[in-house]
């Protein structure tokens, strides 16, 4: 249903339909990937290429790479470069949220010479909808061309460099 949404949408040409895949310690990682014609590759995500006329283009994410990165985003003290952070100093206003950001827990992994952090759900707390929904904007960051500290593949530019405040400062006149 979702990719037929895709493959309809009169924005059919920007949205992406995307799933998650569990890629554990013995798993085939995707830094292992050989790139095949029409493919995208980026961080811990691909887009592969499509044939056929009711294909969609789709990414598939490594799952277990991102909720790391969005957990270990979190742990960045307030202010400190590549910290995610939430506006207010309200918990109350949070607390929803960070129930479901908390939903599942990590448990370390070793497997074909490589340790991998593998999430798994509390059986307590089902929800999960809002850490697959930041994972999911991660991924789109990243998609993009935005790279945060630590990420392991440099940001690609075209065109002529300019800086923020340039652009801004264009924008205002």
């Not at 895709?6 to 990937?33: K, L, N, T």
């Not at 995500?45 to 994410?61: K, S």
């Not at 742990?75 to 952070?85: E, H, I, K, N, Y």
């Not at 460099?161 to 205002?172: D, H, L, N, T």
Request: aromatic residues 10%; contains cysteine.
């Amino acid at each position: 249903m979702i990719y037929q949404f895709c493959r309809q949408s009169a924005y059919a040409g920007i949205v992406v339909p995307s799933h998650g895949r569990f890629v554990g310690a013995s798993s085939f990682p995707f830094s292992e990937y050989k790139r095949k014609p029409g493919d995208r590759l980026g961080l811990n995500w691909r887009i592969p290429g499509v044939q056929g006329r009711r294909a969609v283009r789709h990414v598939v994410f490594d799952t277990n790479f991102w909720k790391t990165f969005i957990h270990s985003r979190l742990a960045v003290p307030m202010g400190d470069r590549g910290c995610l952070s939430l506006f207010g100093n309200n918990p109350d206003a949070h607390r929803l949220f960070a129930e479901h950001l908390t939903a599942e827990y990590r448990v370390k992994t070793q497997g074909r010479g490589r340790t991998v952090d593998e999430w798994k759900s509390r059986p307590e707390r089902f929800d999960n909808h809002w850490l697959d929904c930041i994972v999911g904007s991660a991924v789109g960051a990243s998609m993009c061309g935005c790279s945060a500290l630590g990420s392991e593949q440099p940001v690609k530019r075209s065109g002529s460099s300019r800086k923020w405040s340039e652009m801004a400062a264009g924008k205002r006149q």
